[in-house]
């Protein structure tokens, strides 16, 4: 079984600039996380989708960043405009069901000059 | 607020010396606490999940163990392979809310 992949691994941007990251879930799992780690703080939840309908996006830090899940497959966190404080590391996670667990992809790695 | 607490932040052991790393918690309405390892440059592999108080996981070298109040991943006879940090998270709270909160993680290093 393939697991959670992300894209790009690493992206260096300048602030301004709009990134856009890319999560493909394990085959079959609905459901479907966003986390963010920024330098020496804990991973911290953005949001979940169930499906392609957000579940809970209590996360997310302000309307700079927009998440969506188009058919329920892939997933696609953009970042417009890019500000200094959104460099981190950026994990997507999925299971098949809320109470199974998460399995993580390895995350990118985004920089903002 | 839910909060995960991890200590020591950092422990050094040598090949064979057996240890334990602790991660206290305090959440409303704990429905499942998580252990997961992580290597450098890669994501969070999942370990175990631990349900209720008293239950126990082991997966060769590694136990873990839960608390009302605490969780313990017991470390026997570690090898060097197992340097790494390792993670503990709770899902916590009733309905559809399914959001993992994490400690900070605790970073092993085991000298051969």
């Known amino acids: 079984e393939a697991g959670v992949t992300q894209f790009p691994s690493h992206s260096v941007i300048e602030k301004g600039q709009t990134v856009t990251l890319r999560c493909d879930p394990i085959?079959?799992?609905?459901?479907l996380y966003w986390y963010r780690r920024v330098m020496g703080k804990e991973i911290k939840f953005l949001l979940h989708?169930?499906?392609?309908?957000?579940?809970?996006e209590s996360g997310m830090p302000n309307n700079r960043f927009l998440a969506e899940r188009t058919g329920g497959t892939y997933s696609t966190l953009k970042v417009q405009p890019a500000e200094l404080e959104d460099s981190g590391v950026y994990f997507c996670?999925?299971?098949?069901?809320?109470?199974?667990?998460?399995?993580f992809g390895d995350g990118t790695r985004l920089s903002i000059l | 607020e839910d909060q995960v607490t991890q200590s020591p932040e950092a422990l050094r052991l040598q090949e064979g010396e057996s240890s334990s790393l602790n991660c206290s918690y305090t959440?409303?309405?704990?429905?499942?606490l998580f252990w997961y390892r992580q290597d450098p440059g890669k994501g969070p592999e999942f370990l175990f999940t631990?349900?209720?108080a008293g239950e126990e996981k082991e997966k060769e070298r590694l136990k873990a163990t839960l608390t009302k109040k605490e969780s313990f991943l017991h470390i026997t006879a570690p090898k060097p392979e197992d340097s790494a940090t390792y993670l503990c998270a709770v899902q916590a709270g009733a309905g559809a809310n399914s959001k993992l909160t994490f400690g900070k993680g605790i970073t092993l290093s085991v000298r051969p």
């Open positions: 085959s079959g799992h609905d459901n």
């Open positions: 631990l349900y209720s």
């Open positions: 989708f169930v499906k392609e309908s957000k579940q809970d």
């Open positions: 996670a999925s299971s098949r069901s809320s109470n199974q667990p998460q399995h």
């Open positions: 959440v409303s309405g704990l429905r499942g």
